[in-house]
T-cell receptor, first 111, second 115 residues
Framework: GENVEQHPSTLSVQEGDSAVIKCTYS??????FPWYKQELGKGPQLIID?????GEKKDQRIAVTLNKTAKHFSLHITETQPEDSAVYFC??????????FGAGTTVTVRA | EAQVTQNPRYLITVTGKKLTVTCSQN?????MSWYRQDPGLGLRQIYY???????DKGDVPEGYKVSRKEKRNFPLILESPSPNQTSLYFC??????????????FGNGTRLTVT
């Protein structure tokens, strides 16, 4: 089955700096890569996703890049703010019923 | 408001005492799923359901049961809980079972402690 590895497990950044989280996947048939953000005491929420026919996607301060050859994808958060502090999960799917999640990254934005 | 509702939010129980965690969604979603979240392991799928009366095992189904008698409800049953089932549990739903056709909507979680 699909194996998704996520790094780093924790990330501390100064407010205003950028944060980058990286994930690798094992199944070359995977074609859908979402990112979920989990705030304290809440369930994960989709923040951005990318499909295998696209190399990069942006939404305001967040962006995701995909390298199909290397089988890795990354989340980039620019101009970090305190409300960006959360746990972030990457995931991968072949577009079927299965979504495999990474282990999560706890991001702390220091004021 | 569109949402997935789990109850209870917190539960402390003893080994062997049967319990049920309820999950209900008001979005008329076909697909529902249960995950457990453990430190360093991320979200692991326990069971999922593609429609009423259709359920299947995920990655970590041992010790759990589910049922889908109605479209909106998907309870998680622990017949004989053990300490290794201490975890944070999430129910999720989406309108299509095929990932990428819509986001997974998660509940706010159930923190279960088995002593």
């Amino acid at each position: 089955g699909e194996n998704v590895e996520q790094h780093p497990s924790t990330l501390s950044v100064q407010e205003g700096d950028s944060a980058v989280i990286k994930c690798t996947y094992s199944d070359s048939a995977s074609n859908y890569f979402p990112w979920y953000k989990q705030e304290l005491g809440k369930g994960p929420q989709l923040i951005i996703d990318i499909r295998s026919n696209v190399g990069e996607k942006k939404d305001q301060r967040i962006a995701v890049t995909l390298n199909k050859t290397a089988k890795h994808f990354s989340l980039h958060i620019t101009e970090t703010q305190p409300e960006d502090s959360a746990v972030y999960f990457c995931a991968a799917s072949k577009g079927d019923y299965k979504l495999s999640f990474g282990a999560g990254t706890t991001v702390t934005v220091r004021a | 408001e569109a949402q997935v509702t789990q109850n209870p939010r917190y539960l402390i129980t003893v080994t062997g005492k049967k319990l049920t965690v309820t999950c209900s969604q008001n979005m008329n979603h076909e697909y529902m799923s249960w995950y457990r979240q453990d430190p360093g392991l991320g979200l692991r799928q326990i069971y999922y359901s593609m429609n009423v009366e259709v359920t299947d095992k995920g990655d970590v189904p041992e010790g759990y049961k589910v049922s889908r008698k109605e479209k909106r409800n998907f309870p998680l049953i622990l017949e004989s809980p053990s300490p290794n089932q201490t975890s944070l549990y999430f129910c999720a739903s989406s309108f299509d079972k095929r990932q990428g056709r819509g986001p997974l909507h998660f509940g706010n979680g159930t923190r279960l402690t088995v002593t």
